[in-house]
């Protein structure tokens, strides 16, 4: 059995990765969750989990990623994004580990992408515009240099936007499938307030993109940085619609200006030429089984 150490187990991503460990998607593995209250951004106490829980691969998911946070304070993203990072990896070198080590990345590392350009593979430059995505670059290329003078089996991923059931509802889709289902429960009026919703994302249900870390860890090439995306371009406004036809509601859509981000990337999409060729990984989840688990889950909560 494999020990498999996972910070940011109790999230979104960490809580999905322990229900396929558990499936057997990650082959002959033995889930070591990230300890509840240990702060990555307290290097002793990391030490002390590492000391205890000895991990032969390492996926590393915690992180602040919420943007608007990020804006608000961006100090406190790059200490837990990337100080953390640095605790972790060091903490590892010292006590001679040798396994895999993978780090969740994201998509919003390449910021504002020309239209042209699309869709995004690996090697596309990155070019930040907040500091959860610069934070992300960072946190990327202490991994890469761990990986260069350490020989550190590092491997990276840039998921595109990952969505499905118990995403945090400050996030879109989630944030409209829970004014869906008020809306069809009649508690409030058939009027959904969003931000900017024609843009176009390119939206992975989160057991895909975990079904992607389980494919790199297996079979990822060490040192190389990975798209984890559909290669679909999917306009939120759409999508908005399928949840009302699943949910069999009809509703008027306004624009909140409270939601609206400043230079908003207008379309978006990822190639994950790289990670299917090297690992033979496939999406699986269809975008109605999502939609429709993202509202089941907003009527359960």
């Known amino acids: 059995m494999i020990r498999l150490l996972v910070t940011g187990a109790g999230g979104f991503v960490g809580r999905h990765v322990a229900a396929a460990v558990a499936a057997g998607g990650f082959g002959e593995t033995r889930l070591l969750a990230w300890p509840a209250g240990v702060d990555l951004r307290d290097a002793a106490a990391v030490a002390a989990v590492l000391d205890e829980l000895r991990p032969e691969q390492v996926l590393h998911l915690a992180a602040q990623s919420f943007v608007p946070r990020a804006f608000d304070d961006p100090a406190e993203t ?51 515009r907040n500091p959860y995505a610069a934070s992300k670059v960072a ?46 429960a009649g508690r409030q009026p058939a009027v959904i307030e969003a931000g900017d919703i024609d843009t176009t994302r390119d939206f992975l249900d989160v057991r895909d993109v975990v079904g992607a870390y389980a494919a790199m860890l297996r079979a990822g090439q060490a040192g190389a940085t990975y798209v984890v995306a559909s290669g679909i371009e999917r306009r939120i406004r759409d999508l908005l619609a399928r949840l009302c036809v699943l949910a069999g509601v009809e509703v008027e859509v306004r624009q909140d200006p409270t939601k609206l981000r400043p230079a908003e990337q207008r379309r978006m999409a990822g190639d994950a030429t790289a990670l299917r060729t090297d690992t033979g990984w496939a999406p699986r989840f269809d975008l109605d089984t999502t939609l429709s688990d993202i509202l089941e889950h907003a009527r359960s909560n």
């Open 139 to 184: 946190a990327e290329q202490l991994c890469l240099a761990f990986h260069r003078a350490e020989g550190l089996d590092a491997l990276i991923a840039r998921p595109f936007n990952h969505v499905g059931p118990g995403q945090d509802a400050r996030f879109v889709l989630p944030a409209l499938a829970r004014q869906v289902v008020a809306t069809a």
């Open 78 to 128: 790059f200490a837990i994004n990337v100080q953390g990072t640095v605790h972790l990896l060091d903490g590892l070198r010292r006590r001679g580990f040798r396994g895999r080590f993978l780090y969740a990345s994201s998509g919003d590392v390449y910021g504002l992408v020309p239209e042209p350009e699309l869709p995004v593979g690996p090697a596309h430059p990155t070019a930040p």
